[in-house]
């Protein structure tokens, strides 16, 4: 294998930890929006259950108020009765108290039953409340977790540019050409330029067997511009051995 592509393997192995990084510095901030959906879901939950409470308590207050009501209407109509002195007249007063009293037994019964739907409900929502707690806990391991990790990838990526700067100045100085075809690889590859290419022509990055050219330009690997995948436009090489096997 020649200094040059040595050179370059060295390179880009520096620009592939250097993806790899970024790739982890987004997956670590949608880590930490996935937990804050987690817990604003959980904080929903609760916010609707809160509110089923509410309209509960409100509908069991104005069942109590209408029985109260009827409760009364219903003394007054019996009160009525002692001073009745026709028949029609009685009746309609004592029709008038049975669905009085009919209504408050259909209000009792919605009551007690609004009530076991509020003791329901308030279980439900301390289970909601608890939740919240815990992801709430969780999103806070999470954050910190996620500000020490990229702090750290922040600062290797740091050292590495430092050294990537190093390493490109060791191909420009074997061959400017051959790094500028290395650039426009990388660019189009988003990080990944370099890939080795099997005995029998086929390149391992997208698997596309190369022509006679390609493959002879590879294995001689003395232009670098022109070994170049006919499939990716990777730049191909072959490992160490190999072409002495040819």
């Known amino acids: 294998m020649s200094d040059l592509i040595q050179a370059m393997l ?5 620009d592939r930890r250097i993806v790899r990084g970024k790739l982890r510095l987004q997956e670590v901030t ?4 996935a937990q804050e959906e ?3 879901n959980a904080r929903e939950q609760a916010r609707k259950v809160e509110e089923a409470i509410k309209e509960k308590a409100f509908a069991a207050d104005r069942l109590n108020m209408e029985i109260r009501t009827a409760e009364a209407e219903v003394a007054d109509q019996e009160r009525k ?3 009745i002195k026709n028949q029609r007249e009685f009746r309609i007063v004592t029709d008038r108290i049975k669905d009085l009293k009919i209504r408050v037994d259909d209000h ?3 009551v007690l039953s609004n009530m076991t739907d509020l003791d329901t409900l308030r279980e439900k929502v301390a289970e909601c409340h608890n939740r919240i707690g815990e992801e709430d806990l969780k999103l806070t391991t999470i954050r910190n977790n996620a500000q020490e990790e990229i702090a750290g990838i922040k600062a290797r990526h740091a050292a590495m540019l430092e050294e990537r700067k190093d390493a490109v100045k060791r191909v420009e100085a074997i061959d400017m050409g051959a790094y500028q075809a290395y650039d426009m690889a990388l660019k189009r590859t988003k990080g990944d330029p370099i890939a080795e290419m099997s005995m029998d022509g086929v390149c391992q990055s997208c698997f596309i067997r ?14 670098v511009k022109s070994c170049r995948c006919q499939g990716c436009g990777r730049i191909l090489y072959v490992k160490p051995g190999k072409e002495s096997e040819e």
């Open 81 to 83: 009765l002692k001073n």
């Open 10 to 14: 060295y390179l880009n192995g520096i």
């Open 30 to 33: 949608r880590e930490v929006a």
């Open 108 to 110: 009792e019964s919605s």
């Open 38 to 40: 987690v817990l604003e």
């Open 210 to 223: 190369q022509n006679t050219n390609v493959m002879n330009t590879v294995h001689i690997g003395h232009d």
